[in-house]
């Protein structure tokens, strides 16, 4: 019960931490927003399947609602507790699943049930070794233009290299003690309070949270396009 207490008041003082601060508070901001997007991708996303979405036919609105959903929640919690990597952690697993969830779509229509489509896109890449940055490059052009594709590619890199894998917070830990002579207090124990020497990390989250939530109105929007055009 002390952890729950602990959690409960540290989130309660970084609320108030992140939104008296002009710096800070676009992290908040960015997060909220991005919840707010997610919920209203799904209307629409129901909206334009109706019947068909209770059937499972949509691997990319599965997804949506099984993954991006909950993970979108799971960002503003860690936000909160000041547990900054797993917010990263989230947001290369949300534009991951979201990248290949339409390519199963528009490349395997013939099967019924998302499963199927996941599936077959997995084996495709097993079979042929591509990787998640070669996939982009020979599939999402067929989906969406080449720059929107470099743009996922580059973020999705960005998120692994920098926060998602162990040598980019190994990374991040060495460049602050180097800088501010103390390692982020991420890196030392979750919950963690915030203060004056996170700005820059909250300012960063800032500008890669902006960044997936406009890649995830690029795929939300071609996927309806393209889901119109298939059904006349």
Known sequence: MSLLKEVFEISAKNAYFLKGNEQAEKSLREVVDLVNDIIDHMHALLKTLGDRFSRGESAFA????????????????????????????????????????????????????????????????SETRLSFSKMCNLLLPKIINRENTTTIIELWKDLSEKWAHAGGIVKKVVEKIVREESPPPWSIIIPVEYDDRDLSDLQELASYVKSIRRIIHILVETWRSAYRNHET
């Open 62 to 125: 599965a997804t949506m609602i099984h993954m991006v959903m909950p993970l979108s929640y799971g960002i503003l919690y860690n936000l909160m507790i000041g547990n900054l990597p797993a917010c990263y952690f989230h947001m290369r697993i949300i534009l991951e699943g979201l990248t290949k969830s339409i390519i199963a779509d528009i490349r395997f229509p013939e099967y019924s049930f998302f499963e199927y489509k996941l599936e077959c896109l997995e084996n495709l890449l």
